[in-house]
């Protein structure tokens, strides 16, 4: 899950460059949408989408020695059963960003971490993942 702030710095980051490629001025009332179409670009939102689900393959198939490999592996194993959360909205960790980008496909992370150690499938599903949610907001 993407904050909502990401979509309106989709028009920070791209309408400097655009108004000097494109001729589009700060004036103009034109919607980001439309800028991404004239500019071929994709939303902010699905290149943070897959850049996570990337970084997340490579720690998983990191060397099981390496501290970010043992720490994803001890979030991803399931909780002890004397475990209580605490009380209140459970913040939005980073690892929760990730299931929620492969939600669409039900898919939990002990899959999708098993999954991750090939490189070639990895990758193919990150693009499914990426290609798939592509709304524009």
């Known amino acids: ?64 020695s390496m501290d970010h490999s043992r720490a994803l592996r001890a979030s991803v194993a399931p909780l002890p059963r004397d475990w209580n959360r605490r009380a209140g909205r459970p913040r939005l960790t980073w690892l929760r960003s990730v299931e929620s980008d492969l939600a669409p496909f039900n898919i939990g992370l002990t899959t999708v971490y098993h999954r991750a150690q090939n490189r070639q499938a990895w990758s193919k599903l990150v693009g499914t993942a990426t290609s798939s949610s592509g709304q524009a907001t």
């Open 1 to 64: 899950m993407v904050p909502y702030e990401a979509t309106g710095e989709e028009s920070g980051c791209l309408r400097p460059v655009v108004s000097t490629s494109y001729g589009i001025s700060w004036r103009d009332r034109i919607s980001n949408e439309e800028v991404r179409r004239r500019t071929d670009q994709p939303p902010v939102t699905d290149i943070i989408r897959t850049t996570r689900l990337k970084y997340f393959g490579h720690i998983a198939r990191a060397s099981p």
